[in-house]
């Protein structure tokens, strides 16, 4: 079962990939509501728990969201091989420079450079969905409720992912940039229309702030 399991986490799909952040999530979520929940308490603070339920998806979305982007590829992997098997060279291999790719995938298509595949076609959904929680989750729960704020992070935040995974082995690739940013403005879309249409909404984002 834990060879299949294993076997499954170094395919290098993005369900493998999810597998191998799913327990560091999880952790990161017991470990965050073990902090907040007392720390509640011990203001005498209300615990709304549909509010803290959505912090507690947000953290766990963080952390895979950190694991994904952020950490070389198949790093948990490499984590759980020295913790489970004693094989801790892997990590070593994984920090190197990746590459630069500034060409979008729809000029290449274009100039009949490239063929657009389902792989490809999943890659780039994926890259849009994986930033709309984020655009989501912080006009919600933070005080990031400004337009421009959100058009400027949406910006910003892909740029910097995509420059630090150059040191981490993966690739700067331009297609990530857009496909992110555009998830994030459509996460951001979806928060600011709910937040017209739930006003209590943005109550409980502002309360969050103040009991934190």
């Known amino acids: 079962m834990l ?3 294993r076997m499954y986490m ?20 017991a ?7 007392p720390l509640l308490k011990r203001k005498k603070a209300p615990i709304r728990w549909q509010d803290e339920l959505l912090r507690a ?8 969201l950190f694991s994904l982007v952020l950490l070389p590829a198949n790093f948990w992997l490499s984590v759980y091989d020295g913790i489970f098997l004693s094989r801790w060279s892997g990590i070593g291999r994984l920090f190197r420079l990746g590459d630069i790719n500034l060409t979008p995938s729809l000029v290449e298509w274009i100039r009949g450079d490239l063929t657009v595949s389902a792989w490809l076609v999943t890659m780039l959904v994926f890259n849009v969905l994986m930033f709309i929680p984020l655009g989501f989750f912080l006009p919600i729960l933070t005080r990031l409720k400004s337009k421009r704020t959100m058009l400027l992070l949406a ?13 981490v082995g993966r690739n700067f690739d331009v ?12 996460g951001a ?16 984002g502002e309360a969050g702030k103040t009991d934190s």
Do not use: H
């Open 3 to 5: 060879n299949r399991l």
């Open 10 to 29: 170094s395919t290098g799909t993005i369900g493998g990939y999810f597998l191998q952040a799913l327990p560091v999530a999880v952790l990161a979520v």
């Open 31 to 37: 470990v965050w509501l073990a902090v907040r929940l």
């Open 57 to 64: 998806l947000f953290v766990c979305y963080l952390t895979g």
């Open 155 to 167: 910006a910003a935040v892909p740029l910097l992912c995509e420059t630090w995974q150059i040191f």
């Open 175 to 186: 297609d990530d940039l857009i496909c992110n940013f555009a998830g994030i403005l459509i």
């Open 189 to 204: 879309a979806v928060a600011f229309a709910v937040l017209r249409r739930y006003p209590d909404a943005e109550e409980a």
